[in-house]
């Protein structure tokens, strides 16, 4: 079985409202709260993608390079791995906001000692990758990722967060928790042994 899981806001818990706020009043900017739950720094607060831009080449990069793992990510990676499952971290981070975002996420990887077999950066269609390259499961944050993975014959299993509580019954397995996308994975892994899928 071949797993493709992201990193922000899957594997870690990315806390944009502190650091985005420390740096707006630093900075002394008019910029007001919209949406503390958001997963994209354009939609926290009422600033351009340009502002979003500056915010994280002036030091906001650090919400992303020294945000905690979440809770069981490395436990459950490294019994997956145990048993033969291949994991692959696969993540849309693009080089505008991260320069080198493979190397940014191996070190942040390295760093909190997540295990996995390979690493994919700047990965727009995540769905359409997975279908691509044979993976059996891509487990994520985004509903918008998790639906491609699902419209393209792929599992997906959504990381359930504020952000994403209103539209999660659209994906077909979710988890609050790493215990919960563990669970979920495990559903769906006797769901192939019953298909004959390897």
Same mark, same amino acid.
């Given at each position: #079985?071949? @797993?493709?899981?992201? @990193?922000?806001?899957?594997? *870690?818990? !990315?806390?944009?409202?502190? %650091?985005?706020? $420390? %740096? =707006?009043?630093?900075? *002394? ?10 997963? #994209? ?25 020294? +945000?905690?793992a979440r809770k069981g990510a490395r436990e459950v990676l490294e019994r997956w791995r145990a048993a033969g499952i291949e994991v692959i971290v696969l993540t849309s981070r693009v080089a505008e906001w991260f320069g080198n975002p493979e190397k940014l996420s191996r070190d942040w990887l390295e760093k909190r000692h997540i295990? &996995?077999?390979?690493?994919? /950066?700047?990965? +727009? ?8 390259? *044979? =993976?059996? =499961?891509? @487990? ?8 491609? /993975? ?6 997906? !299993? ?7 509580? $209103? ?5 077909? &397995?979710?988890? !609050?928790?790493?215990?919960? =996308?563990?669970? +979920?994975?495990?559903?769906? +892994?006797?769901? #192939?042994?019953? /298909?004959?899928?390897?």
């Open positions: #079985m071949r @797993i493709a899981v992201d @990193i922000d806001d899957t594997l *870690n818990a !990315v806390d944009r409202v502190r %650091y985005a706020g $420390e %740096y =707006i009043r630093r900075k *002394n900017l008019p910029f007001r709260l919209v949406d503390e739950n958001a997963h #994209m720094l354009e939609k926290v607060y009422d600033w351009s993608h340009d502002d979003v831009l500056e915010f994280v080449h002036d030091g906001g990069i650090t919400a992303f390079t020294d +945000a905690p295990p &996995y077999d390979g690493l994919v /950066a700047s990965c +727009a269609d995540k769905g359409a990758y997975c279908a691509q390259n *044979n =993976i059996d =499961i891509l @487990i994520d944050d985004s509903v918008e990722q998790c639906l491609s /993975a699902q419209e393209k014959g792929v599992y997906a !299993v959504l990381a359930v967060s504020r952000a994403t509580l $209103e539209r999660a019954r659209e994906v077909h &397995y979710g988890g !609050v928790n790493w215990k919960q =996308i563990d669970a +979920a994975v495990a559903h769906i +892994a006797g769901l #192939m042994l019953r /298909a004959g899928t390897p």
